[in-house]
Structure formats: structure tokens, C-alpha cells
């Protein structure tokens, strides 16, 4: 073996070694400061888990952009939705005066509340966009209760990482970090375009998190558990949508 | 065979019989330096799957819905910019055809981002490698004298007479593939790149700029769409010219660096 060839093994075994240590500890360190995905595992894992990094890295305490009134999109637009159950229709008859949003894990004082209790908290609204990762897009007017005031009445955690949130339409559940749960755009939202938010955009009541893809704004919100962990829900993976094949996080 | 090429030919055979020496720049020896380094051989080749990757997703994604707006939003309500008369994957958008394609979205998405992401760290890869070790400067930059339009002209006239290359043009880029190389690297697909992060809501509220300069989200899309279509077609030219100059010598060339027979040099 001469000695060029000689140095150049060595040189790329050092670099090697090197690479895969790099990477060992850049994965101990992701985990640690929780920039690594629920749906970390399986052959996508390496991508989602990069763009989730990057993005909690650089987008921490971002704004999503907001618009003018005159940007508000019309004719107004609702996607396709499931035909409501009969039970979601005994409580639109009745005008949604018994839709319940409960709230329980890891906090202080576990509580339940009425549409009417969420619309007397100071209300907040927001003109921005709601996109779909099939490609469409619409602006409106969200107005809601931020989150972060409901999430303080009820005491979180500190160990706290996430914030499950479940649909009343069956098995339709999804879940976000505390970065985007306690970020002052993250509204419980139901109020759109001045008016009370239409069942069709899920009303009586929306999580909205403008600064992830429309699936992540799941409607017609009931219960929210704030957990350390997203092992024990579902499959894991975070939410319904890995699930069904859609990443957890949606910032894309 | 042209003026051009005869005589560049009787160099070469005379420097084969008569042993004249020929200009380095022209007939270096062959068996020492490899037609591709390392680097760029394997840049390439990641480059080119995922490049297929993003394109099969990229279709499966605009599959569910085949339409494109200017602005900044757009749905099935408002009036496009253009349509790509396809059936869609979604029932909700109108395509005029009475059939929905299988939604192949999720799986998409996911490998379009792996496949980006694989993509941009090679490209950095790349684009570092040519600027520092000289590539840039002797590959892919014309000389003052190549940037002529009699240069040009036979540049652009030699492969629509089906011409082969000559084994010394084998060996470096004339100006129209100087040209078109650095157009790909350094102006489109640094715009795909923009173009989709553009449209990504968590990114752009950190950089709002990206996409209030082109003009909103859904320009955004519909650019990355036409950004695409441009690749597409450099790709097609690329591999038409590959096949034209010999495509086995070429493509062994790019996976061993070692150039075919008629590429073979004195």
C-alpha cells in the first residue's frame, strides 16, 4: 500500500468516524431540547425530523403574517367535511349551549367549559391564512380566545411538552408542541369574518394554528389533554394524521 | 463534417502516428486525471434520484389539486390561472371528469421533503466544491473568447446536425452547456428551493420577505410549478444530448470517472 493511498484511508476513516459520532450526538441533543418529531421513526423519519429541527430553531417566536380586511377571501370557503353525526346535530339544534370543552393531564386543575365561558375570556382576532397541503388557500378572520389564556386558568405543568387536542368527530385527534400551544396565534377559535364561526369551518369551536398546514386546525374541538408524552395516544406517532400517512407536523 | 472538426481530427491522428506534442489543455493524459472527480460523480447521482423523487411526488401532490392561481390565496371558488385538465384526487375540485384518482398525498409529502432535504445538502455539497477547488473557473465558466456568437452559433448548430463531439470537446464544455449548467445551478434550483419555502406558513412567518416578494403563497406555488417544468425540460435536453455524444461512454464516464473509447485521449 503506498503512503498517499494509505493517508487517504485514514483520513477517511477519521472522517467517518467523526460523521457518525457528529450524528450521535446532534441526536441525543435534538431529543433533549425536543426537536425531534413523534413520527421520528420509519424511512422519513431522517427529513421530518430535520425540517421540525430547523423549523423550531428558526420559528420559535415568529408571526404568522397577517392580512387586511380587504384580503379576507370571497366568496368564503369551507373544505368538504364528514355529514355530522346526530349528535353533533341535537347540538346545533339547541344552539350549542351544551358544547363542552374539557381539559385535563398534567395540570393544576383539570376543568370543563362552555362556549359561553370561552367567549367571555378577552377575545382575540386575527386576519390570516388557512392552507391546505393539497394546495388551495383562503384568508379569513379568526376570532377566539388565545390558548395560552386557557392553558393559564388551568395551570400547566412545567414538564409539560404538548397539548393533544381531540375532535368530536370520531378518532379525529391531533396534538402540537408547547412552542406552537402557548404561541399568542394558537386560538381556540369561534368566531370567523365577525360573524360565529360556520360548522363548515368547524364551528362551534376550532383550533387554529396558522403556522401549520390546514390539517393541523382540527374542528369541532371537545377535550384537550396536556401530556410529557404522545406514546400512550393512539398509535403514538402524535396525532390521527401519521396515522393516516400525513406528517405530525405540519409547518412544512 | 465541418471545416472545424476535420481539422481538429488530423491533429489528433497526427499526434497519434507522428507523435507531435499536443497542448496539454487539448490531450492531457488520460489515465491519471478521471473525466468526473469523485465528488462530482456522487453529487450527481444523488442529485439525480432525488430529482426523481421530487418529481413523482411533486406530480402526486399537484394531483390533488391541479389548479394554479396567482395572488395570494385560491380555491375552487376563485377564478385560476390555469388548469392542467387532469382528473384529481380529491372529489371536491371540479376537473370536468367523472373520476377520482387515488389520493397518494401523505407518502408524497413525506418523501418530497426527504428527497429536498437530501437534495439541498448535496447541492451545498456541490455548489462549495466548484466554488473552492476551481471547477467553477475551468468547467463551467466561458472563457472571454467563448462568449461570441460565432461560438455559439456552432455550439448550437453542431448537436441539431447530430455532430458527436470530437474527443477533445469530450473533455470540457463548450459555452452553450457552460452556460446552461450555470443557469441550473446558480438561477433554478435555487428558485425551486425558494419557491417551495415560500409556501411553507411556519417559514414564511419567519422570513415573510420570501414570499411577499413573489408576490404571495399561491405565486409561490404556481413559480415552483413553472421552475419544475423548467428541470423537466433541461433534464430531457441533458439526456438527448447524452445520447447523441455516446450515452454508455457518457454515463460510465460519470459512475467511474473513466472515459469510453471514443473519448480516449493521446
Known amino acids: ?252 | 463534417m465541418c471545416e472545424f472538426c476535420a481539422s481538429r481530427d488530423t491533429i489528433r491522428r497526427m499526434g497519434d502516428t507522428a507523435s507531435i506534442p499536443v497542448p496539454a489543455s487539448v490531450a492531457p493524459a488520460a489515465a491519471a486525471t478521471p473525466r468526473h472527480s469523485a465528488l462530482v460523480r456522487v453529487t450527481h447521482w444523488i442529485t439525480t434520484l432525488c430529482f426523481f423523487a421530487l418529481l413523482v411526488t411533486g406530480v402526486e401532490i399537484v394531483i390533488s389539486h391541479p389548479r394554479f392561481y396567482w395572488g395570494e390565496t385560491g380555491n375552487i371558488l376563485t377564478p385560476t390561472l390555469f388548469k392542467i385538465p387532469i382528473p384529481s384526487s380529491r372529489a371536491l375540485v371540479p376537473t370536468g371528469y367523472g373520476y377520482v384518482m387515488p389520493d397518494q398525498n401523505g407518502w408524497s409529502r413525506y418523501l418530497h421533503f426527504q428527497a429536498a432535504w437530501l437534495l439541498v445538502l448535496t447541492g451545498l455539497l456541490y455548489v462549495i466544491h466548484i466554488f473552492f477547488s476551481g471547477h467553477l473557473r475551468k468547467k463551467l465558466l466561458p472563457s472571454k473568447g467563448d462568449l461570441s456568437w460565432r461560438a455559439l452559433a456552432t455550439a448550437i448548430v453542431k448537436p441539431l446536425r447530430f455532430q458527436r463531439p470530437t474527443a477533445a470537446e469530450a473533455w470540457s464544455y463548450n459555452v452553450l452547456q457552460r452556460l446552461t449548467y450555470l443557469f441550473v445551478i446558480l438561477v433554478l434550483f435555487p428558485l425551486v428551493i425558494l419557491t417551495g419555502l415560500a409556501m411553507s406558513p411556519a417559514f414564511v412567518s419567519a422570513f415573510p420577505l420570501t414570499v411577499n416578494l413573489l408576490g404571495g403563497q399561491q405565486s409561490a406555488r404556481t413559480l415552483h410549478f413553472f421552475v419544475s417544468v423548467a428541470l423537466v425540460l433541461f433534464l430531457l435536453v441533458h439526456v438527448l444530448m447524452v445520447l447523441l455524444a455516446g450515452f454508455w461512454s457518457r454515463v460510465r464516464a460519470m459512475i467511474t470517472g473513466r472515459a469510453g473509447a471514443d473519448m480516449e485521449r493521446t
Open chain 1, 1 to 252: 500500500m503506498s503512503d498517499i493511498s494509505r493517508r487517504k484511508l485514514i483520513t477517511t476513516g477519521v472522517a467517518a468516524a467523526a460523521g457518525v459520532t457528529g450524528v450521535g450526538v446532534a441526536a441525543r441533543l435534538a431529543q433533549k431540547y425536543g426537536l425531534v418529531p413523534p413520527d421520528h421513526g420509519g424511512i422519513y423519519g431522517i427529513g421530518e425530523t430535520l425540517t421540525y429541527a430547523s423549523q423550531r430553531l428558526l420559528t420559535t417566536h415568529s408571526l404568522a403574517r397577517e392580512f387586511s380586511q380587504s384580503q379576507i377571501s370571497k366568496p368564503p370557503f369551507a373544505n368538504e367535511m364528514e355529514p355530522p353525526t346526530d349528535a353533533f346535530k341535537r347540538l346545533q339544534a339547541g344552539g350549542f349551549v351544551d358544547w363542552r370543552l374539557s381539559i385535563d393531564g398534567m395540570v393544576d386543575r383539570p376543568s370543563t367549559f362552555s362556549l359561553a365561558q370561552l367567549k367571555s375570556y378577552p377575545s382575540r382576532g386575527q386576519i390570516t391564512m388557512i392552507q391546505c397541503e393539497e394546495g388551495w388557500s383562503y384568508i379569513a378572520e379568526w376570532i377566539g380566545v388565545p390558548l395560552s389564556h386557557v392553558l393559564g386558568l388551568v395551570g400547566v405543568h412545567p414538564q409539560a411538552k404538548y397539548v393533544a387536542y381531540f375532535s368530536f368527530q370520531p378518532d379525529w385527534w391531533d396534538s402540537m408542541d408547547m412552542a406552537d400551544a402557548l404561541h399568542p396565534q394558537t386560538f381556540l377559535t369561534y368566531g370567523m369574518n365577525g360573524g360565529e364561526l360556520p360548522v363548515g369551518n368547524g364551528g362551534p369551536l376550532r383550533m387554529r394554528v396558522p403556522r401549520q398546514l390546514g390539517y393541523k386546525n382540527v374542528k369541532f374541538i371537545t377535550h384537550l389533554t396536556v401530556t410529557d408524552s404522545l406514546k400512550s395516544f393512539g398509535k403514538g406517532l402524535g396525532s390521527a394524521s401519521p396515522e393516516g400517512g400525513y406528517a405530525w407536523y405540519a409547518g412544512i
